[in-house]
């Protein structure tokens, strides 16, 4: 799923995880966590400030079955975006 930069920022997240200040794999933990507080169909916002959890969260998506759908660059933080699946 390819998702551009303005379809990112017109989302409105069902729900924010902020990791903003944890190392990895503290993002991720964060958003397991986040995802089974929301229904399916929902999407989860991640913010995070350590650079390897776009692509940690992108493979965990993809391995477990949630959408990934990218990021955008905020002010020194990452926003990721993923659509709960299961």
Same mark, same amino acid.
């Given at each position: /799923? ?17 990791? =903003? ?13 986040? /995802? ?42 990452? =926003?990721?975006?993923?659509? =709960? =699946?299961?």
């Amino acid at each position: /799923m390819t998702t551009t930069v303005a379809e990112l920022e017109a989302i409105t997240a069902d729900k924010i995880v902020d990791a =903003r200040g944890t190392a990895c794999p503290g993002p991720l933990l964060e958003a397991k966590k986040g /995802m089974t507080t929301v229904p399916l169909g929902s999407t989860i916002e991640i913010w995070s400030t350590d650079t390897a959890t776009k692509n940690d969260i992108s493979a965990w998506s993809a391995k477990v079955g949630h959408d990934f759908l990218g990021t955008l660059q905020a002010d020194g933080y990452d =926003r990721v975006f993923v659509i =709960r =699946r299961k």
